[in-house]
């Protein structure tokens, strides 16, 4: 009997380790299939697509991880169900047949790790069938040959659907199969990166890593080694050139959890919830989880070197850490062990129109590493910590257009020009944000007639109807890079009406005031408008009692000692030009360092966010700075935005000074502003 994946009882280090929590997100499955085995309903939930696709989901997606699991000598009590249900759902003769795809089709995308298995473990799904039955399968695959398919990365699972009848000798499109990789190779942009669609898409999310286009090259690289090896290596060499830039978006800390702690998880109520070896959240589909590190399982799977100082003692690092953080967010899981339709919770806000409630077992492609032998130096190596000393603390990516951040104990991006070319719900918040964190996740809306709902953080919201609607950054007009005082800095401009103009420097931490980074606003309106701009969400509730954070004293502020009600280091704190939260996720807070305005200066707010809208914490606060403009106005901002995730060591003690080693107008911007 498998364990409950969030009480491994180990330490998850071993391949023997890693195969057990791979089952322990298996087993949970078995009682939720359908009679012929064909769909797992997992819930009620709908999507744009029909409900044998959304059901086909809960069975194909587990996939991930069964095939790497057998590939590599492992074993699954329920690997027979799965089987069963490969020779129903391509059955046009049984009542449980999943039918044929039709031009964009759900199934189009099930068919990638079905042929995936098809490849990797043809011992259990192909080789024990009968004729009749693999010509079922290689008829319901090779369907999708001749049907439209978005032109994104949805190409790699035709490819993939191909790819696994021509490991096994059964009838494929070699034409078409090409044809997709020449296309998909036009993709390409340069530097390891893969636009997640064709030139004028601005999409370089996890799709164009860890969720489908990196990773999928490194598993064609494997798997086509011998037929196709020139473009098997040229996917190598790019995976070693995007590794150096995707290393940055992943935590440094890791934490080990003494075995006496993980045998009694279940029960025990330690508050660990904000440990680290996370990823930023950033962009859409983040209900796959552990898939955003899903890039290192694949240059496991692919056996690529990378360049230093990405050993495989490092690369295992980031990618086991991360999986035994996802192994401390017991919340993400349904009562029965399954996964559920959020983040670190179940939520339903952040989720996307195709997240059925089988999509999250995305999830367990991260589990590819387990395909290579016990001998591959992925599992031989010694885990070593986040290579910090060897790789820059702020980085420009000019590509994905962020400006990644290392500093400060607080791993984070700042961003400008990413949205979706076709409409995703919450767009505005999953690419349009300022900045994103992997301490302190993302805001999504959850309605848009009050400001605490709009999901604002890391944003400037207005509103020109007395605070009633409120627009946020969506699309950005010219996003480039520049260097100003030999740091980077992200340049943008967005217009939320046409008699409204916003334009905005993003830059980053200083050595001086590392926990601080700046963003520059020169805002021109010939209307009416409330604003308002957020800092980092965080959790919002008292330790002790679960009540909402308490009004923070001048005196804890200052270093005294809490009230008979409230602790010294948990509260909120608002004034002229300043808001700040302090709770158990740590502390955050804005300030305005220079305001060039007719109107008065901003004021500090906590909002008390909407419930729900932060897909890392479920009640949360967000320290804003609130001001009215008038019709007319030309303002210029500099806005300070302060944060310490609660993983820095010893943070209780060291956020006062922090927030104390406030950050200075820089030369270049004074004279931009003409001051």
Same mark, same amino acid.
């Given at each position: 009997?498998?364990?409950? &994946?969030?009480?491994? =009882?180990?330490?998850?280090?071993?391949?023997? *380790?890693?195969?057990?929590?791979?089952?322990?997100?298996?087993?949970?499955?078995?009682? &939720?299939?359908? !009679?012929?085995?064909?769909?797992? /309903? $997992?819930?009620?939930?709908?999507?744009?697509?029909?409900?044998?696709?959304?059901?086909?989901?809960?069975?194909?997606?587990?996939? %991930?991880?069964?095939?790497?699991?057998?590939?590599?000598?492992?074993?699954?009590e329920?690997?027979?169900?799965?089987?069963?249900?490969?020779?129903?759902?391509?059955?046009?003769?049984?009542p449980?047949?999943?039918?044929?795809?039709?031009?964009?089709?759900?199934?189009?995308?099930?068919?990638?790790?079905? =042929?995936?298995? $098809?490849?990797?473990?043809?011992?259990?799904?192909?080789?024990?069938?009968?004729?009749?039955?693999?010509?079922?399968?290689?008829?319901?695959?090779?369907?999708?040959?001749?049907?439209?398919?978005?032109?994104?990365?949805?190409?790699?699972?035709?490819?993939?659907?191909?790819?696994g009848?021509?490991k096994?000798?059964?009838?494929?499109?070699?034409?078409?199969?090409?044809?997709?990789?020449?296309?998909?190779?036009?993709?390409?942009?340069?530097?390891? %990166?893969?636009?997640?669609?064709?030139?004028?898409?601005?999409?370089?999310?996890?799709?164009?890593?860890s969720?489908?286009?990196?990773?999928?090259?490194?598993?064609?690289?494997?798997?086509?080694?011998?037929?196709?090896?020139? @473009?098997?290596?040229?996917?190598? *060499?790019?995976?070693?050139?995007?590794?150096?830039?995707?290393?940055?978006?992943?935590?440094?800390?890791?934490?080990?959890? !003494?075995?006496?702690?993980?045998?009694?998880?279940?029960?025990?109520?330690?508050?660990?919830?904000?440990?680290?070896?996370?990823?930023?959240?950033?962009? @859409?589909?983040?209900?796959?989880?552990?898939?955003?590190?899903?890039?290192?399982?694949?240059?496991? &799977?692919?056996?690529?070197?990378?360049?230093?100082?990405?050993t495989?003692?490092?690369v295992?690092?980031?990618?086991?850490?991360?999986?035994?953080?996802?192994?401390?967010?017991?919340?993400?899981?349904?009562?029965?062990?399954?996964?559920?339709?959020?983040?670190?919770?179940?939520?339903?806000?952040?989720?996307?129109?195709?997240?059925?409630?089988?999509?999250?077992?995305?999830?367990?492609?991260?589990?590819?590493?387990?395909?290579?032998?016990?001998?591959?130096p992925?599992?031989?190596?010694?885990?070593?910590?986040?290579?910090?000393?060897?790789?820059?603390?702020?980085?420009?990516?000019?590509? !994905?257009?962020?400006?990644?951040?290392?500093?400060?104990?607080?791993?984070?991006?700042?961003?400008?020009?990413?949205?979706?070319?076709?409409?995703?719900?919450?767009?505005?918040? /999953?690419y349009?944000?300022?900045?994103?964190?992997?301490?302190?996740?993302?805001?999504?809306?959850?309605?848009?007639?009050? $400001?605490?709902?709009? #999901?604002?953080?890391?944003?400037?919201?207005?509103?020109?109807?007395?605070?009633?609607?409120?627009?946020?950054?969506?699309?950005?007009?010219?996003?480039?890079?520049?260097?100003?005082?030999?740091?980077?800095?992200?340049?943008?401009?967005?217009?939320?009406?046409?008699?409204?103009?916003?334009?905005?420097?993003?830059?980053?931490?200083?050595?001086?005031?590392?926990?601080?980074?700046?963003?520059?606003?020169?805002?021109?309106?010939?209307?009416?408008?409330?604003?308002?701009? #957020?800092? %980092?969400?965080?959790?919002?509730?008292?330790?002790?009692?679960?009540?909402?954070?308490?009004?923070?004293?001048?005196?804890?502020?200052?270093?005294?000692?809490?009230?008979?009600?409230?602790?010294?280091?948990?509260?909120?704190?608002?004034?002229?030009?300043e808001?700040?939260?302090?709770?158990?996720?740590?502390?955050?807070?804005?300030?305005?360092?220079?305001?060039?305005?007719?109107?008065?200066?901003?004021?500090?707010?906590?909002?008390?966010?909407?419930?729900?809208?932060?897909i890392?914490?479920?009640?949360?606060?967000?320290?804003?700075?609130?001001?009215?403009l008038?019709? #007319?106005?030309?303002?210029?901002?500099?806005?300070?935005v &302060?944060?310490?995730?609660?993983?820095?060591?010893?943070?209780?003690?060291?956020?006062?000074?922090?927030?104390?080693?406030?950050?200075?107008? !820089?030369?270049?911007?004074?004279?931009?502003?003409?001051?």
């Amino acid at each position: 009997m498998a364990r409950h &994946f969030t009480n491994p =009882g180990s330490r998850l280090e071993t391949k023997a *380790e890693v195969q057990e929590s791979c089952r322990s997100l298996l087993a949970p499955l078995l009682p &939720f299939f359908t !009679p012929g085995n064909t769909c797992v /309903k $997992l819930g009620n939930t709908a999507t744009r697509y029909d409900e044998v696709g959304a059901q086909l989901e809960g069975y194909s997606r587990p996939l %991930w991880g069964l095939a790497a699991l057998i590939a590599g000598g492992g074993s699954f009590e329920g690997t027979e169900q799965f089987v069963d249900g490969l020779r129903n759902g391509t059955n046009p003769e049984h009542p449980e047949y999943w039918g044929l795809a039709r031009d964009l089709d759900q199934r189009m995308v099930e068919m990638c790790p079905i =042929g995936f298995t $098809l490849a990797v473990a043809s011992a259990k799904f192909w080789d024990p069938l009968t004729q009749q039955e693999k010509d079922n399968i290689a008829a319901w695959l090779g369907y999708i040959n001749d049907k439209e398919m978005p032109n994104t990365n949805w190409l790699w699972f035709r490819v993939f659907a191909n790819l696994g009848l021509a490991k096994n000798g059964a009838k494929f499109s070699k034409e078409r199969l090409e044809a997709d990789c020449d296309h998909l190779d036009t993709f390409y942009r340069g530097d390891g %990166w893969s636009n997640d669609g064709p030139e004028g898409y601005t999409q370089m999310d996890y799709y164009s890593g860890s969720f489908a286009i990196q990773l999928l090259q490194l598993f064609y690289a494997e798997i086509a080694k011998e037929s196709d090896p020139k @473009r098997a290596e040229e996917y190598k *060499e790019r995976a070693r050139l995007y590794a150096l830039d995707f290393v940055h978006y992943f935590d440094e800390q890791g934490t080990y959890y !003494p075995i006496q702690f993980l045998l009694s998880w279940a029960t025990t109520n330690a508050d660990i919830c904000d440990s680290p070896g996370r990823a930023i959240t950033f962009g @859409r589909s983040l209900t796959y989880r552990h898939a955003m590190a899903g890039f290192w399982a694949s240059v496991a &799977f692919a056996n690529v070197d990378l360049p230093a100082p990405l050993t495989w003692g490092v690369v295992k690092g980031i990618l086991l850490r991360n999986l035994r953080w996802w192994t401390t967010q017991k919340e993400a899981l349904s009562p029965q062990g399954t996964l559920t339709i959020g983040y670190t919770y179940p939520n339903q806000f952040m989720s996307e129109n195709y997240n059925s409630p089988g999509s999250p077992y995305w999830f367990m492609l991260s589990f590819a590493a387990l395909a290579v032998p016990d001998s591959h130096p992925f599992w031989t190596s010694k885990e070593e910590p986040y290579p910090s000393s060897s790789i820059p603390p702020v980085k420009a990516l000019a590509h !994905p257009k962020h400006i990644m951040v290392r500093k400060g104990g607080h791993t984070f991006l700042l961003s400008s020009g990413q949205m979706c070319h076709y409409p995703v719900r919450a767009s505005e918040s /999953k690419y349009g944000k300022f900045a994103y964190s992997s301490a302190f996740g993302y805001s999504v809306p959850t309605g848009d007639y009050f $400001l605490q709902a709009i #999901g604002g953080d890391n944003m400037i919201a207005f509103s020109d109807d007395e605070g009633e609607r409120w627009r946020v950054r969506r699309i950005s007009i010219d996003p480039h890079l520049e260097e100003r005082d030999d740091a980077p800095v992200l340049v943008s401009g967005w217009k939320p009406w046409k008699d409204v103009s916003v334009d905005t420097y993003l830059v980053p931490p200083t050595d001086q005031a590392p926990n601080w980074h700046l963003r520059v606003h020169h805002v021109r309106t010939e209307r009416d408008l409330k604003s308002s701009e #957020g800092a %980092w969400c965080l959790f919002g509730t008292q330790v002790r009692n679960g009540r909402e954070l308490e009004v923070m004293s001048v005196n804890a502020l200052s270093g005294g000692g809490g009230s008979s009600t409230t602790d010294a280091h948990e509260g909120r704190y608002s004034n002229t030009k300043e808001a700040l939260a302090v709770s158990r996720g740590g502390a955050v807070g804005v300030i305005e360092l220079h305001s060039a305005a007719a109107t008065s200066s901003r004021n500090g707010v906590v909002l008390d966010a909407d419930a729900n809208g932060c897909i890392t914490d479920s009640r949360s606060v967000l320290p804003t700075l609130a001001a009215d403009l008038k019709a #007319g106005e030309e303002v210029w901002w500099v806005t300070a935005v &302060f944060a310490m995730p609660e993983s820095v060591e010893g943070w209780k003690g060291r956020w006062r000074e922090g927030w104390d080693r406030k950050p200075v107008v !820089p030369g270049w911007v004074g004279w931009m502003m003409g001051t």
